[in-house]
Nanobody, 122 residues
Framework: QVQLVESGGGLVQAGGSLRLSCAAS????????MGWFRRAPGKEREFVAR????????DYADSVKGRFTVSEDNAKNTIYLLMNNLQPEDTAVYYC???????????????WGQGTQVTVSS
């Protein structure tokens, strides 16, 4: 089994920053992609960013490119999402997920965290 635990969410003013963490445990060796997704109120869950663990390759949604940075600490089996210049439209529950294939599609991620709330006030 695989467990993912997110932390770091909270309330921040527009223009501020937050860093989310996602600690993975269990049988993660074959799971090469770790990603961040979010669900805003009244909207579908969407892709935010991901990192390929074997290569360090990253990928971002257009809406966050240049503002968000995903990184990993392999020794801690943890990934991070540094979010700068946050805007009210970034308000959402942010989920960490992991899967075998380094793609954006949510259907390829078999393990999910419980989510952490990020609220950006204007």
């Amino acid at each position: 089994q695989v467990q993912l635990v997110e932390s770091g969410g909270g309330l921040v003013q527009a223009g501020g920053s937050l860093r989310l963490s996602c600690a993975a445990s269990g049988r993660t060796r074959s799971l090469d992609s770790m990603g961040w997704f979010r669900r805003a109120p009244g909207k579908e869950r969407e892709f935010v960013a991901r990192i390929t663990r074997s290569s360090g390759t990253t990928d971002y949604a257009d809406s966050v490119k240049g503002r968000f940075t995903v990184s990993e600490d392999n020794a801690k089996n943890t990934i991070y999402l540094l979010m700068n210049n946050l805007q009210p439209e970034d308000t959402a529950v942010y989920y960490c997920a992991t899967g075998r294939i380094p793609v954006r599609g949510q259907q390829f991620y078999g393990y999910w965290g419980q989510g952490t709330q990020v609220t950006v006030s204007s």
